[in-house]
């Protein structure tokens, strides 16, 4: 896997202090106003989920905490990710990680 260096994140340990950024009107904000998209997608057929930030794959995982450990890989050290707002969980949240079978009982209910 390639690692991704990225801008602090709200809900991210940053690697390096920097100043909070200034919301029109003088009001600082805990993060900067940009930050990656990070997407979780939807299950392959294995039950394993591609993780992007952006345009850039970080990896496949196959539990939440490989998500985890992907963006940490990535330099994003979200502290919580299964309930941060930076982390987009398509197909399912982080308790939905089905494998083979269950897909094939799915199809099976459908009369697929």
Same mark, same amino acid.
């Given at each position: 896997?390639?690692?991704?260096?990225?801008p602090?994140?709200?809900?991210?340990?940053?690697?390096?202090?920097?100043?909070?950024?200034?919301?029109?009107? *003088?009001?600082? &904000?805990?993060?900067?106003?940009? /930050?990656?998209?990070? =997407?979780?997608?939807?299950?392959a %057929?294995?039950?394993?989920?591609?993780?992007?930030? *952006?345009?850039? &794959?970080?990896?496949?995982?196959? /539990?939440?905490?490989? =998500?985890?450990?992907?963006?940490? %890989?990535?330099?994003?050290?979200?502290?919580?990710?299964?309930?941060?707002?930076?982390?987009?969980?398509?197909?399912?949240?982080?308790?939905d990680?089905?494998?083979?079978?269950?897909?094939?009982?799915?199809?099976?209910?459908?009369?697929?």
């Amino acid at each position: 896997m390639r690692t991704v260096p990225h801008p602090a994140l709200p809900g991210v340990l940053p690697g390096a202090d920097s100043p909070p950024a200034q919301q029109p009107g *003088g009001m600082a &904000t805990a993060h900067p106003p940009e /930050h990656p998209h990070i =997407v979780v997608h939807s299950p392959a %057929l294995d039950g394993s989920r591609r993780v992007t930030s *952006g345009e850039e &794959t970080l990896g496949i995982a196959s /539990h939440v905490d490989d =998500v985890a450990e992907l963006l940490r %890989l990535a330099d994003l050290y979200v502290t919580d990710v299964e309930s941060s707002d930076l982390v987009e969980w398509q197909g399912g949240g982080p308790e939905d990680w089905p494998g083979l079978h269950e897909h094939h009982e799915h199809h099976e209910h459908r009369g697929e």
